[in-house]
C-alpha cells in the first residue's frame, strides 16, 4: 500500500497533454485559457465623460460667473459632437459620451444655472480633469488582460468582451469514459430483482465529471467477465482518461485489473492506505490514463474528489491542490488505524464563523445517504490519536470544490 500523498504525486507526474480548441466567447464560462489574452483596444477608446453635464474648456470655467458660456450641441453616448469648439463655448455631454480635443472639464448638469442658452454660474469647485475618464483608463491596446492556465469566470469574460475578442483559444476538455462493472448492476428506473442492484457510480461520476470540467462518456455496465470487460474498454479508445467502477478488489470476480492488464495496461500504483477506497488502481493504457475505483458509491466519490481532481486540473494547468481548512470536531473519535481516513461530515458554523464538522458515526462505505447528506470529508491522518470533540481537524468541504459536488 502507498500513502494517499504518494498516489496524488503519481497522478500529477503523470501527465498527457491536451489539444487547444477556439470557442466563442458565451461558451467559455470555466474553461481554461490556453493562451495569454491581450488587448485589441485602448479601453476606453477616447476620452469620456463620467456624468451628465456640460464639457468645456477649463480656463473658460473658472471665468463663468463673468464670461458665460454658450452651448452650442450635444456629445451623447454613441453620437461624438464633430464640429470645433471655440472659446465660450461649451456643448452637452453624458455619460460615455466622448469630450471633444481641447475640452478638459465637465460642469454637473445639477450644479450649474443656465440662461438663454447659455450657463451663467456654476456651485461646483471646478477641477481641471474632474469627470473625465481618459482613454486607456480602464487597459491599454496589447495590455495582458488574462494570463495563460486561468480559469475563465464571469468577469473574464466581461474584459475579454470589453477587449473586442469574441472566441478564445482554450485547453479541450478531457474526454472521460466510464465503465461501470457488476454482475449485480442494472440501470435506473428498470424492474430489478432483489438480488441486483442500481447502478448510481456513473450518475455520480457524470457530475462530478461536468463539474470538474471533463467531458462524460458512458460506456455502460460491464458484466464480471474478461470478455464483457475487454469489449467496453476497447470502446474507451481515444479518451483521455478511462475510469472504471468495480471489480478491482481481489475477489474472484474482481477481474478489471487482469483485463486492463492483458490489454497492455501498464500499472502506475494499486492499493492504497485509505478509507474508503483502498483498492483504488491508477495505470496507464497507451496514452490513456486509467482510474480504477472500488464499486462502493462512497470509495467512487472520496476517491474522485481525492484523485480524479487533482488529474483533470493537472491535465488542464490548473491548481492541483485540495481545498484542506480547519474545523471544530463535535464528536469524539477513536484513534485511527495506518489508513488515512475520510469521514463524511456535516458542517455547520459556530458563532465566531468557525467551521464545525459532525462526522457521521455510521462510515460504511455503502451507504451514499449520508455521503448525500455531508457536506464535507474529514481527513485522519494514518495513526491519528484519539480526539475529543473540540479538537481541530483538517477537512475538505465540498462547496470549495463546487456548489453542485
Ligand atoms: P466491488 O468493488 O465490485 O466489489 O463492489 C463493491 C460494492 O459496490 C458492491 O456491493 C457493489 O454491488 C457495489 N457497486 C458496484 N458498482 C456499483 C455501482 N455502479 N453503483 C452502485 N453500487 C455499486
Ligand atoms: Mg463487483
Known sequence: MITVKEAQKKIISNKIFLNNETIKLNNSLGRVTCDNIKSKLNHPSNDLSSMDGYALRYNDAILIKTAPVTIVGE??????????????????????????EGLDCILLKEKVKKNDGKIISTNQNIKKGDY????????????????????????????????????????????????STGNELRNPGKKISD???????????????????????????????????KQKILKSKGSDILLTSGGISIGDHDLVQSTLLELGMKIIFWKIAMRPGKPLMFGKLNNMLV????????????????????LINNLLNINTKLPITEAILAKDLKKNDEREEYMRAKLSYAKNNEIIADPYIKQDSSMSYYLAKSEGLIIRKPYDKALTAGKKVPIIPFSRISNTL
Open 75 to 100: 456629445s451623447s453616448a454613441g453620437n461624438p459632437f464633430r464640429r470645433s469648439i471655440t472659446k465660450q463655448e461649451c456643448i452637452r455631454i453624458s455619460t460615455g459620451a466622448v469630450i471633444p
Open 132 to 179: 473625465i475618464r481618459k482613454k486607456g483608463l480602464n487597459f491599454k491596446k496589447d495590455d495582458l488582460l488574462i494570463k495563460k492556465n486561468n480559469i475563465i469566470t464571469s468577469r473574464d469574460i466581461g474584459i475579454i468582451a470589453s477587449a473586442n475578442h469574441s472566441n478564445i483559444k482554450v485547453y479541450k476538455k478531457p474526454v472521460i469514459s466510464v465503465i
Open 195 to 229: 438480488y441486483e442492484i442500481v447502478s448510481s457510480n456513473s450518475l455520480i461520476l457524470e457530475a462530478i465529471i461536468i463539474s470538474l470540467g471533463g467531458k462524460f462518456i458512458n460506456l455502460g455496465i460491464a458484466k464480471d467477465n474478461k470478455n464483457s470487460l
Open 291 to 310: 482510474l480504477c475505483f472500488p464499486g462502493n458509491p462512497v470509495s467512487t466519490f472520496v476517491g474522485s474528489i481525492i484523485f480524479l481532481l487533482p
